[in-house]
Each structure stands twice: as C-alpha cells, then as structure tokens.
C-alpha cells in the first residue's frame, strides 16, 4: 500500500447558475474591481488515500466523489492523483 | 484589454486544524472508505477578468484575494491565470 495525495475539484456545472458567485461578483465590484466578470465558486478537497497503485487511488477517488463529495446534479469534478 | 481566466484555490492553512475536513473524512469512514487519511477542504473560484495583460490580471487577482476571497490569517491561496 501506497500513499496518494489527491486533488479535488468541485464546481457548479457551466449551465447552472451560481448563486454564490454572483453574490463573490457583487462584492468584488463593491470593492472596486470592476474589471471582473463571470465569477463561479466551487470545493477544492485534498485527500490522502491508501491505494495499492495509483489508478486504484483514482478509482476510489471518483466512487468518493459519485457517493459523497459532488452532487451529481448540479456538481461536475476533476481529479488529480499524485504520490504522496 | 483581453479578457483573462483566473483560478483561485484557496486552503486552510496547513498548521489549522480543519473541522470541515475532518467531518469529510468522518462521513467517508462511515461510507466504507476506511483508506481515507488526513482530509482538506478548501474553495476553488473561476473568474473572468479584463485587463491590458496577463501580469495586470495576476496583480488584480491577488488584490481580491487579499481583500476578499482569502482570510489573510488562516487560509493561504495560489493563483493561475489563462488568456480566455
């Protein structure tokens, strides 16, 4: 057994509004920086998995994200995988 | 000006403790995923921003962060900036 650090991002799927950031949006312009556009807010997760190899990591990675971590949904993810 | 696509992840501070993280690891454990280590949940935001350069865009981007999307004192953030 190995150990994994994996890398993962969540984020409202492209086709949804988001709420949150556009309140992010509103504030930034509030502050002066007009300047900004489009503002989308998600998760970032670091994980340290025990895997045997890295694609078993990623496979428990992405059942992590199916079961748990994403809301498949509203939520689209990507995954990065590298030895700890 | 172009138009810039940042991304801004932003984690809790490594030395923090991070009840977020850890109640992800608790619900994971519970899920059958007893091969879990140490969990991190952090933000990860998208932004579109409007600047003469990709070094102006940087500048913008680590500005908001200072003011607003990152907590000076217990989060530390990275920046990666794309032409959009």
């Known amino acids: 057994m190995s150990r994994y650090r994996v890398e993962v991002r969540v984020m409202p799927r492209a086709t949804l509004l988001d709420p949150q950031g556009q309140a992010v949006q509103r504030a930034l312009h509030a502050l002066g920086f007009g300047d900004v556009g489009d503002v989308r807010v998600g998760k970032h997760l670091v994980l340290d998995v025990q895997a045997d190899s890295r694609d ?27 030895a700890a």
């Open 56 to 82: 078993e990591a990623l496979a428990h990675a992405r059942a992590m994200c199916d079961r748990l971590l994403a809301n498949p949904v509203t939520e689209d993810y990507d995954l990065a995988v590298e």
